[in-house]
């Protein structure tokens, strides 16, 4: 009895197809992995402006091609690595500001709880401030979009500050918000240059917390 033939799978080019792009995906994967890697030890090696990206591709063990079609340029690489922990520092912010507490003092908790959790990535976070002024108008606006997740607490609770009647109806509460996140991201540089711990610089931020909150507070009835 002759044995019948198997008819040949009709689905076997999709899934050779997609085989394939899963294969490309991983691949581009382990490429982005290998760069953030090399990027993070040679930042924290030469420093970022010092670093190459032809160094981070052949620390990486990649060609500088993979580096372009993989990152836009070497300030999308230092964000890439940055953002890296803002999921977390997201969760430790909304971990300390939530609770039956007033805006006010939310931001003082957000703002601790925010530099204990990046003081080990000091030198990182200097080097995105740094290279924030040189950096194009397009990556501006992808960086503020990035640092929505982590910051959106602080316009949030001045939200919820004038919702309560913490501060005064007549604030510009979009000029308050960018104030206080001001003045988050400046006091990393008083701490560098000062060699302040994360406790003295919350101790900062709480400090113009209150100068900016009692600026906007209600004013007495008469005054």
Known sequence: MSRKRKAPDSKEP???AAKLRMSRSQSKQITREKLLAAARALFSA???QEATLREVAK???VSVGSVFTT?????DV???IAAEGYEALAEAIDTEASGPLSAREKLKRGFRAAYAHEVDRHALLMAQIGASWTWSHAFEAKSQERLAKPFGFIGRLVQEAAARGEVRA???LATLADMLLSAYLRNYRHAWYRG???AHMADMGERQIDILFDGAAPRPSGA
Do not use: C, I, N
């Open 170 to 172: 007549d604030v510009d």
């Open 78 to 80: 230092l964000f890439a």
């Open 46 to 48: 030469k420093g970022y």
């Open 59 to 61: 620390h990486a063990g």
């Open 14 to 16: 999709q899934k050779k």
């Open 196 to 198: 302040l711990s994360a």
């Open 71 to 75: 990152f836009e340029s070497k300030e």
